[in-house]
């Protein structure tokens, strides 16, 4: 009867050192990352991807974090270009916890917001140099209207932090993003010999590899 009595007492006890460590291991973090954004579609550069995390640790091995952030990727001909505002909902696996070093996995799932900016002054530029023809001196004026449609957007991932202390760490990882959405751009072109109008729907992918590291304060 005391044997058992003692076998009880003693799981108790590690029961409630079990709990203690489980709630210690919970908590708040806020990560800030600079990423290089590099797309995987022909016509598109390599753009800077600055973003930050609010996350929530639920256990030792498991993270929900909400994320967002800015990018600015420009087409080839410098002629368009689109901001970028991804809002996801990230899941972070942590498969073999080290006391240091600490790999991951990770995915999410959200949206992108695009803006499509357009110089109309470079686009004269690009078209004069396609045609051969100087289009400036015939007064020619031309008047963009682009929009976007919001993107459904998917990321998986790895990647690895190195713990300071309880509760700063660096991380580096590389991660694929993939989203495309619908553009439309409305074209008005006025010059001296005639005006044209044109509209056109057009898909545009920024599927990506996204390349970069920050840092993590655990609240």
């Known amino acids: 009867m005391k044997k ?6 003693v799981m108790l006890t590690c029961s409630f ?8 291991e919970k908590g708040f973090y806020v990560e800030g990352q600079a990423s290089a954004m590099i797309p995987t579609e022909d016509g598109l550069d ?4 600055a973003n930050g995390r609010l996350g929530y640790c639920l256990n030792h091995y498991i993270a929900l974090e909400v994320e967002s952030g800015y990018a600015n990727i420009n087409e080839d001909l410098d002629v368009v270009d689109y901001d970028l505002i991804p809002l996801l ?3 972070r696996i942590h498969p073999i916890k080290g006391e240091k070093f600490d790999p991951y996995l990770m995915g999410g799932l959200g ?5 499509v900016n357009v110089d109309e002054e470079a686009a ?4 004069s140099a396609l045609l051969g023809v100087d289009l400036r001196a015939l007064n020619t004026n031309v008047s963009v209207d682009a929009d976007a449609d919001e993107a459904f957007a998917g990321q998986i991932g790895i990647g690895a932090l190195y713990h300071f202390n309880d509760n ?5 990882e590389v991660r694929g993003l993939f989203a495309q959405t619908n553009v439309n751009v409305k074209e008005i072109v006025t ?20 390349v970069g590291g920050g840092l993590r304060i655990k609240f």
Do not use: Q, W
Request: charged residues 20%.
């Open 111 to 115: 949206v992108l917001f695009v803006n």
């Open 46 to 49: 390599t753009g800077i991807y």
């Open 191 to 210: 010059s001296d010999i005639g005006s044209s109008e044109t509209e056109v729907d057009t898909e545009v992918k920024f599927n990506s590899v996204i």
């Open 89 to 91: 909902i990230n899941a």
């Open 4 to 9: 058992l009595v003692m076998m009880g007492l």
């Open 17 to 24: 050192a079990a709990a203690e460590v489980a709630e210690v």
């Open 168 to 172: 700063i760490a660096a991380f580096l």
């Open 124 to 127: 004269i530029d690009e078209a």
